[in-house]
């Protein structure tokens, strides 16, 4: 048979997307722009990134900054690499802090007070897979909130592992079950189980490595650990 001549119905979302090269113009002179608009420029890192919380982070700097999260290679070129190509005096000693996954925030709020925002915000949610229990719970839970689990759901928990079987219509337990040990890496039915719980355990944090003054021209290491050694242009 012939093959139909319908039109197809084409979504705009896939028509309006922008090029990756695109993308990466934008985002260079954006940050370009941004780092002649605001007196400092400090580089971050996130523990257990959350999109919820960094969009808390970037609506608190929403009138007196500008905040980055995308390609560190296209952002490091922005401020400048070298001191030949650096975007302003003293950039390209930044840049080397431009490694994994980190963002940058432009700001004229003062650098003492961006600091003590950051060490002062701190989220915790469920944790995900792959990423390491941060503490038991045995006997932490009040006696109040210990409800006895809805029958609905115990094929689901021996299937996530626990030991469970049904007794009279009760879901019943028959030995001490652990479901995650401390720092042990965490697996989808362990997540899984702890979000059953409601046991949260990961950290959204924003740890500031280090920032960069217009008015000093100098870059002051915030943390010394998370250094880096320095990026090869390319």
Known sequence: MPKSKRQRVVHTSVVQKKPSKEKSASLYSAVQAAADAYQHIF??????????????????FSEDGRLFFGKT??????????????????????TKYLKGSVGILCTSREPEAVLEYFNGYTEVDFARAGTKATRSRGGEAAIEDDLPLPHSLEVTVRKWGMPTRMDKGKVMLDQEYVVAEDEQELNSQQTALLKLFGVAMAEFKVQVLSYWSASSQEVVEVNSEAAVEPMEEG
């Open 43 to 60: 580089v971050f890192s996130v523990d257990n990134m959350r999109n919820t919380y960094l969009k808390d982070v970037r609506q608190n």
């Open 73 to 94: 290679k296209v952002m490091a070129k922005a401020l400048g690499m070298t001191v030949e190509t650096e975007h302003a005096p003293g950039l390209a000693k930044l």
